[in-house]
Nanobody
């Protein structure tokens, strides 16, 4: 497994932006499927965005056009740029790494999460 540490969460007003970062303990970005997930209180965890080894990305319908997932191989860091944030984006956001280069995959490594709160 790889160790993942998220950062960049915080509190913003609706319409604002945040960039989440996920630092990996070893070379993972662009070698396996990675993703960002979120879980709001009382709701199930959902996949927000994924990216595979070939940089093919997928997004949750509700974030398409607002969020962008990307990675920096040199820094072993995965990012989630979040623009035009809405109150319904409020959740704990988690970074995860899979076991195969292609998505979907079994996500076996998870970070501790970073809280995103969007006020109206």
């Amino acid at each position: 497994q790889v160790q993942l540490v998220e950062s960049g969460g915080g509190s913003v007003q609706a319409g604002g932006s945040l960039r989440l970062s996920c630092a990996a303990s070893r070379s993972t970005v662009s070698s396996v499927c990675m993703g960002w997930f979120r879980q709001a209180p009382g709701k199930e965890r959902e996949a927000v965005a994924t990216v595979d080894k070939w940089h093919f990305t997928t997004y949750l319908d509700s974030v398409k056009g607002r969020f962008t997932i990307s990675g920096d191989n040199a820094k072993n860091t995965l990012y989630l740029q979040m623009n035009s944030l809405k109150p319904e984006d409020t959740a704990m956001y988690y970074c995860a790494a899979g076991t195969t280069p292609r998505c979907p995959t079994a996500f076996t490594s998870w970070g501790q999460g970073t809280q995103v709160t969007v006020s109206s």
